[in-house]
C-alpha cells in the first residue's frame, strides 16, 4: 500500500535562511509526486510536481524538489526564504485506483517564518 | 480561482443529525473528490468520482455516501453526523489526465458536530 512520510511536524526558520522540507514515500510502482502548499484558511495549492526525467524539478515562489529513488525521498527545498512563505506543506503520492488516479497525502509540516 | 465552490463553508449541527456538503465546478472537469482535514492526519480520501453517477470509496468513507448527478455537482452526505466527523472537508477536482493529477482545491467547509 502507499503511504507517505513526513517526519517534521513543524520547522521554525529565519527569514533568508534556507529551507529543507523532508519527505518520503512507499509505493510500488513508478511514484508520481507532489508537494502541496496551504495558507491559513485555505485550500492546498500545487507547488511542484514529478512524473519522470529529470529528478530535480522546479515549481512555484522558488521552490523545488529532488526526486531520490535509491532513498524514496522528494525533499522539498528553498534558498532563501520569505515571511509569506510560512504555511503548511503537505507532500503526496499518486495512485491509480479503480477509474482514477488519487492523491494520498502526508501528514503535513508546519513552517514558521521569524523576522 | 480553479471555479470550485463548496457550501456551506461553516456549519454546526448536532450528533444524528443528517448533513449534506456540496461542491460545485465551473470547469467540467470529470474527476471530482472529497478529502477530510485533520491535525496529525493530514488530508485523507473520502470518495471520488470519475463521471456522472460513478462515485468510489476512499480511504475513509465510512459514515459517509456521495452522489453525483450532473457533472458540475458532488455532494457529500453524512446520513447521521457523529463527533468524529468533525473535520474541515475539502472538495477537489482534476481534469483527469493519463497520469495521476494535479488537484484543484476548494476553500474547505468547516463542520462541528456536537
Known amino acids: 500500500a502507499q503511504s507517505v512520510t513526513q517526519p517534521d511536524i513543524h520547522i521554525t526558520v529565519s527569514e533568508g535562511a534556507s529551507l529543507e522540507l523532508r519527505c518520503n514515500y512507499s509505493?510500488?510502482?513508478?511514484?508520481?509526486l507532489f508537494w502541496y502548499v496551504q495558507s491559513p484558511g485555505q485550500g492546498l495549492q500545487l507547488l511542484l510536481k514529478y512524473f519522470s526525467g529529470d529528478t530535480l524539478v522546479q515549481g512555484i515562489k522558488g521552490f523545488e524538489a529532488e526526486f531520490k529513488r535509491s532513498q524514496s525521498s522528494f525533499n522539498l527545498r528553498k534558498p532563501s526564504v520569505h515571511w509569506s512563505d510560512a504555511a503548511e506543506y503537505f507532500c503526496?503520492?499518486?495512485?491509480?485506483?479503480?477509474?482514477?488516479?488519487?492523491?494520498?497525502f502526508g501528514t503535513g509540516t508546519r513552517l514558521t517564518v521569524i523576522p | 480561482d480553479a471555479g470550485i465552490t463548496q457550501s456551506p463553508r461553516h456549519k454546526v449541527t448536532e450528533t444524528g443529525t443528517p448533513v449534506t456538503l456540496r461542491c460545485h465546478q465551473t470547469e467540467n472537469h470529470r474527476y471530482m473528490y472529497w478529502y477530510r482535514q485533520d491535525p496529525g492526519h493530514g488530508l485523507r480520501l473520502i470518495h471520488y468520482?470519475?463521471?456522472?453517477?460513478?462515485?468510489d470509496k476512499g480511504e475513509v468513507s465510512d459514515g459517509y455516501s456521495v452522489s453525483r448527478s450532473k457533472t458540475e455537482d458532488f455532494l457529500l452526505t453524512l446520513e447521521s453526523a457523529t463527533s468524529s466527523q468533525t473535520s474541515v472537508y475539502f472538495c477537489?477536482?482534476?481534469?483527469?489526465?493519463?497520469?495521476?493529477?494535479?488537484?484543484?482545491f476548494g476553500e474547505g467547509s468547516r463542520l462541528t458536530v456536537l
Open positions: 503526496a503520492v499518486g495512485v491509480s485506483q479503480t477509474g482514477a488516479n488519487n492523491l494520498f
Open positions: 468520482s470519475y463521471g456522472v453517477k460513478d462515485t
Open positions: 477537489a477536482i482534476s481534469a483527469g489526465l493519463a497520469l495521476p493529477g494535479e488537484l484543484f
Open positions: 509505493y510500488g510502482a513508478t511514484p508520481y
